[in-house]
């Protein structure tokens, strides 16, 4: 059973974020929660109003259920204006939050208020619920079976026009066994319990849903993996100055994780277009200096070059800053300046969005969640030394036998 100490808000830390379940077919939810609107002094008036209840009692159970296996409490907010936002849109404040009351009334759960503080936001926290000894005996191992996050239907592949539309993929060929691999790393993900740390310290159970994402009704352009579930519950997508910050919370298994990285990966690749080897001991990125701010700023300009077509040129001169970078960036990769304002990346993601696949489906393969962010992957630490051999061996396979460096993110 959760055991809070409610003087310590230590013991608050790392609770799960309230979430909506699908629990079609799970017996406990089915026969429980019925008998518990039941007995409890609600004040039904009508059939409408009981389901009402008993399809938020399902809810809230299923977030309970998953908190006491992890022996975690569970986020549950208490703000009115919390309820006006597009994840609650389906609950209804006052009902909800009376719910709530009555159970802990009943005895059936437990909970510490949260609290603002003006002073330091960092000692804000929003309430936390555990269920105490009288709902948790009916937990048992198997009752998490048929109880999964409940997301919109997200198509494996997803082709988009000039105008950025999805394409209807009805009756087109697709590439070559690119739905099944995806399908297969998606069930992988599901088999994995995968957790991160957000703000607040609240820990989020995540269930990756990776796309195949290709621009312009090609299938030569673009074609990255990303992860479509909605925030917050996407690891691609946290909310976060950096984001790896976010990301370094990710547990797998309950076991911490690496994240390995290629170094300027689509530099590297365009050398090896050009059949050269780019020095390892080299940083495509400090042709500006190599203070932190600096390298920032020039990563981020090449990659615009890069990616940028030749009408965008004349926005370079319009600035002494970018102009100077551009000079620069010239001067040091001019091996590779006639990719500048080329669209060429359009081009690289779709071999590197190959290259994830590859690298991905290897540990899918073998049951293990190996989680993409473009150029980097993300695994448990124990898969380190495997993950960097795969993704050395699949760097050389698809450009002309060179490498790329690969660094560990710290």
């Known amino acids: ?10 013991s608050l ?31 039904v008036k009508s059939d409408k109003v009981r389901s009402t209840y008993i399809d938020y009692l399902k809810q809230i159970v299923c977030n309970l259920i998953w908190g006491y296996k992890y022996d975690k409490s569970v986020v549950i907010p208490r703000d009115k204006n919390t309820y006006s936002t597009a994840k609650y849109k389906y609950i209804k404040f006052n009902k909800f939050i009376k719910l709530l009351d009555v159970l802990y009334n009943a005895g059936y759960i437990d909970y510490k208020k949260g609290f603002y503080s003006h002073q330091n936001k960092k000692e804000c926290y929003v309430s936390r619920y555990w269920a105490t000894e009288k709902l948790s005996k009916y937990f048992t191992p198997d009752n998490t079976d048929n109880i999964s996050l409940k997301y919109s239907y997200i198509p494996p592949i997803i082709l988009r026009d000039e105008a950025k539309n999805e394409v209807d993929l009805t009756g087109k ?51 990255r993996l990303y992860d479509k579930t909605p925030l917050p519950y996407s690891y691609q997508r946290v909310k976060n100055k950096t984001g790896y910050e976010k990301r370094k919370t990710i547990k797998i298994n309950n076991n911490e994780t690496v994240e390995l990285d290629y170094t300027g990966l689509h530099v590297n690749m365009l050398y090896a277009q050009e059949g050269i080897q780019y020095s390892s001991n080299d940083d495509p990125y400090s042709f500006l200096g190599s203070t932190k701010s600096k390298r920032k700023y020039a990563k981020k300009f090449i990659l615009i070059i890069i990616n940028s077509n030749e009408r965008h040129i004349k926005k370079v001169y319009k600035s002494k800053k970018r102009t100077q970078a551009y000079i620069t960036a010239k001067e040091t990769h001019r091996e590779i300046e006639k ?19 590859k690298i991905v489906s290897h540990f899918a393969r073998k049951g293990i969640a190996c989680l993409p962010v473009h150029d980097s992957y993300i695994v448990e ?30």
């Open 339 to 357: 990719y500048f304002f080329s669209g060429e990346g359009i081009f690289l993601q779709n071999k590197d969005g190959k290259m994830s696949l």
């Open 173 to 223: 060929r697709t590439p070559p066994l690119l739905r099944e691999k995806i399908n297969k790393i998606n069930k992988v993900f599901k088999q994995n319990q995968i957790f991160i740390t957000l703000e607040d310290k609240q820990t989020v159970q995540l269930k990756p849903n990776l796309s195949a994402i290709f621009c312009n009704n090609s299938w030569k352009q673009g074609g």
């Open 13 to 43: 830390d790392n609770s799960l974020f309230f979430m909506f379940y699908s629990y079609r077919g799970n017996s406990l939810l089915k026969k429980l929660c019925p008998e518990i609107i039941d007995s409890l002094d609600l004040n």
């Open 381 to 410: 630490k124990q898969y380190k030394d495997e993950l960097r051999q795969v993704m050395h061996d699949v760097y050389k396979k698809y450009n002309n036998g060179f490498t790329c460096g690969i660094k560990e993110k710290l």
């Open 1 to 10: 059973m959760y055991n809070i100490n409610n003087n310590n808000n230590n």
